[in-house]
């Protein structure tokens, strides 16, 4: 059965083999602001549930808050390929009303189909798209380098979820050398651009080479220095917090 967007909020975080979790201030950040807009009222999460679980290599994490039970939950998950090329397709972006739209909410099922329709045309991952412009991916942020060296990635009132990796990203890339803009990824802008890149938790860095099978951006050096710079944040202990009863 479907729930209503506003049956819940939720995040999905980096967990590492100690347990420990990565940015979870910018996560925690995320779910209370995206909490607001969908009219939900948080409670301190309940740390008796949720325990990080330890293993050989990093999983997914996530920590969701059910609204009439008001209630935390926790899954765990295998985080599977990440930081590899990706053929995408175009796929409709699920639309809700301006408050629900770009929020982790309870009615994810669209998203799910998205990523389905991707993996049945044989590809990795579908890029959302609505009035004629990318808007969204089905599990991370698209960035892209233009001709003219300008790093592009959907505005907020585009209706796509603003992702911590991205963010983190886009804070970043102007020290070294790439100014950031948001705005609409349009097919003018797609066509021309020399790299275009989807970003996130489980996809880590994906370059995307093709697009509906057609061939898309001829660099790399972006890609390369994102694939660095998230290495290089997941390199430091303080991005990683401890969390449950883990106390590794």
């Known amino acids: 059965m479907v729930s209503g967007p506003r049956s819940e909020v939720f995040t999905t975080m980096l967990v590492n083999e100690h347990g420990q979790v990565a940015d979870w201030p910018a996560h925690w950040e995320r779910l209370q602001r995206q909490a607001k807009r969908l009219r939900l009222n948080l409670s301190e999460p309940n740390w008796d549930l949720i325990d990080?679980?330890?293993?050989?290599?990093?999983?997914?994490?996530?920590?969701?808050?059910?609204?009439?039970?008001?209630?935390?939950?926790?899954?765990?998950?295998?985080?599977?390929?990440?930081?590899?090329?990706?053929?995408?397709?175009?796929?409709p972006a699920p639309r809700w009303t301006p408050k629900v739209n770009g929020t982790?909410?309870?009615?994810?099922?669209?998203y799910r189909l998205a990523r389905e329709a991707a993996e049945s045309a044989g590809c990795d991952v579908a890029l959302l798209v609505h009035?004629?412009?990318?808007?969204?991916?089905?599990?991370?942020?698209p960035m892209l380098l233009d001709e003219d060296g300008t790093v592009w990635w959907p505005s907020c009132e585009e209706g796509g979820v603003q992702g911590v990796v991205a963010e983190h990203l886009a804070r970043r890339l102007p020290a070294a050398g790439y100014p950031v803009q948001r705005g609409r990824l349009n097919e003018r802008l797609v066509a021309r651009c020399r790299e275009l890149v989807?970003?996130?938790?489980?996809?880590?860095?994906?370059?995307?080479?093709?697009?509906?099978?057609?061939?898309?951006?001829?660099?790399?050096?972006?890609s390369t220095h994102l694939l660095t710079a998230l290495s290089e944040h997941y390199s430091q202990p303080a991005t990683w917090q401890t969390m449950g009863h883990n106390d590794e």
Not at 104 to 110: F, I, L, M, N, S
């Open 198 to 222: 989807v970003v996130g938790t489980g996809l880590g860095v994906a370059k995307v080479e093709a697009i509906d099978g057609e061939p898309v951006g001829s660099f790399s050096a972006f």
């Open 131 to 141: 009035d004629h412009a990318v808007v969204d991916a089905d599990r991370a942020t």
């Open 104 to 110: 982790k909410h309870g009615d994810w099922a669209p």
């Open 52 to 91: 990080p679980q330890t293993g050989p290599e990093e999983t997914l994490g996530r920590l969701s808050f059910n609204a009439a039970e008001r209630a935390w939950s926790w899954e765990q998950r295998p985080r599977g390929w990440f930081n590899e090329p990706v053929e995408a397709i175009t796929h």
